[in-house]
């Protein structure tokens, strides 16, 4: 019920009123998109436009040279004698046209050669530039923009937009373009020999675009949009399943997921078909009209013949134009269909543009340079969107340089809030943060994060080598340096036993590597940033016994003369810090060291203290 539900909503968006509305200003916007984009690489460009000019003028030019040809030919033929004057004159007319003819020809295949090489360079430039600015801005998302947004719908939005410059360039430029200069300049030459004429070929030829206007705007994208969300839809799926693999087998559910990918793509593959049918549809309606057309202007220049008002060469330069330009108004209708397909694949891309920065670095902003490393939380107040009121209303914590503190306190009592508060993956809605007197949201949100390392409760390795993942934080770490890094984590010795030791591969987010070595490896990637500010969020919850001594002494060593803050539910691990603040709903509850929390009658961190040594 639920999956039919959503299918008639996303049905009703193609088809509420306005839509078409709608489609007309996202078909602008994403010509605005890419033209701009364009623009900034003036030199190919102009070299494509350049290009296309010369073959066009070339096209444009060649059935006027065939008709004057056939001219001279057919009075080259009533004439008598080989060595008449006006024979003589005809023939070496007549070679100076087949020359001329050749040299359109070259003009032609120079021209084309100019244009391709031209939007070659200029759409790969493109989609480079718009590769590099929608990864730049997904990166700087905010975190609950990634929390519920599918990676493999992202990336699918990505890569397919991306093609799509490709083939909305090469439509425009390379097609359209040509296409729309031949029937402007054919319909002025035609017009200056037979006003009639002229505007008969300048009438059919715009009510032909406009109906291969409306078919595409009105009768195939509709559908093409339908088509691509589900595209988006099942990337989503497929990334969802490989990267949850693990899991999937841990249940023995690959059937369970077939079916599930199978529901999917039987609705992509619906939606995909119609949008195709209608594609073919549009076509052959678009075919239809330019025959009909065809027929009209070779009816006229008969007509025209037959009353003696065109000669042999009119005739046959009218057959030639009526066949290049039927040949460019057939594909005007395929063109326009491929320029609002391509336009359909980028609306996602596009709108990734559309979508305001999760947090944005203030004006100005200054580079943070931590020398000491005091934390102040100065009557903050924070509450997620989601939830009805303010999480945290007032809260102040003085933290000294230097010092281990302990975040403590039920689920949902903010600890993980405050820690990302700290790193400015969300802004306060009143109060400051401050780290040695400068509040963070004044300065650069890379400087702030660079001076603090995070060693999560399940470490995210990239797909890279254990050197790369280790150096992670300093990219430009010597060997020698990760070498070291590792054996202060406690991770040299599992990495060289591996076969190819700093240079192994880790799988996917680490899969390779046991939760230990994954751990460890964080550990080491924190040794090397060397960062003044500390935060261990639950490191050890998830180890085994062995695993956690290991980590547990690597973590003894990491702490040394930084400021620590550790999360943490297994309260055992946080008796020896110096502080230990105790959070319930939002607010500090208590805050001391564990002989003066777990000395107080019916306190909070005492009970949960009690709860863990009953349950151990």
Known sequence: MAVGTGRDIMADRQTAPGAHGRARNEFGEVLGFVIRRWLRHPGSLACTLAGVAVATVADVVTPLLAGWLVDDVARAGAMTGPAA??????????????????????????GRRMSYLGITFLTARVMRDIAQTAFARVQRFSTDWHGN???????????????AVDTLGDTLTLMLLPGILVLCATTVVLALRWPLMGGLLGGSSVGLVLMSTLLTLRYVAPSARLANAWDTRMGAALADAVTCNAVVKAFGAEQREDARLSWILSRWQKR??????????????????????????????????????????????VLTMVFLVQGYLRDIGQQISMVQRSVNEMEELVAIYRLPMGVADAAGASVLRVTHGVIRFDHVSFGYRAQRGPLFRDLSIDIPAGSRVALVGPSGSGKTTL????????????????????????????????????????????????????????????????????????????????????????????????????????????????????????????????????????????????????????????????RILVFARGELREDGSHAEL??????????????QSLDG
Not at 96 to 105: I, K, M, R
Not at 290 to 310: D, E, F, N, P, S
Not at 453 to 475: C, D, K, M, T, W
Request: net charge positive; hydrophobic share 50%.
């Open 419 to 578: 820690v990302k508060l700290l790193q400015r993956l969300y802004d306060v809605s009143g109060g400051r943060i401050l780290i040695d007197g400068a509040d963070i949201a004044t300065v650069t949100q890379s400087s702030l994060r660079s001076q603090i390392a995070i060693v999560q409760q399940e470490p995210v390795l990239f797909h890279r080598s254990l050197a790369e993942n280790i150096s992670y934080g300093r990219p430009d770490a010597t060997l020698a340096e990760i070498q070291e890094a590792a054996r202060q984590a406690n991770a040299a010795g599992f990495i060289d036993r591996l076969p190819k030791g700093y240079a192994t591969m880790v799988g996917e987010r680490g899969v390779k590597l046991s939760g230990g070595e994954r751990q460890r490896v964080a550990i080491a990637r924190a040794f090397l940033a060397n960062a003044p500010i500390l935060i261990f969020d639950e490191a050890t919850s998830s180890l085994d016994s062995e695993s956690e001594i290991l980590v547990q002494e690597a973590m003894e060593r990491l702490m040394v003369g930084r400021t620590v803050l550790v999360i943490a539910h297994r309260l055992s691990t946080v008796v020896g810090l110096d």
């Open 149 to 163: 947004t599918f990676a493999g719908s992202t990336v699918r939005r990505l890569t397919r937009g991306m093609w």
């Open 598 to 611: 777990i000395a107080q009658d019916g306190g909070l961190y005492r009970r949960l203290f009690e709860l």
């Open 85 to 110: 004057p006006a024979l003589v004159a005809a023939r070496h007319d007549v070679l100076l046209l087949l020359g001329g003819l050749g040299v359109l020809g070259l003009l032609g295949v120079a």
């Open 272 to 317: 995909t078909e119609r949008s195709w049918v209608r594609g073919t549809n549009s076509g052959n309606l678009q075919n239809l009209a330019a025959l009909a057309m065809r027929v009209l202007l070779v009816g006229a220049v008969l007509a025209l013949w037959w009353r003696g008002r065109a000669g042999p060469g009119d005739v046959a330069y």
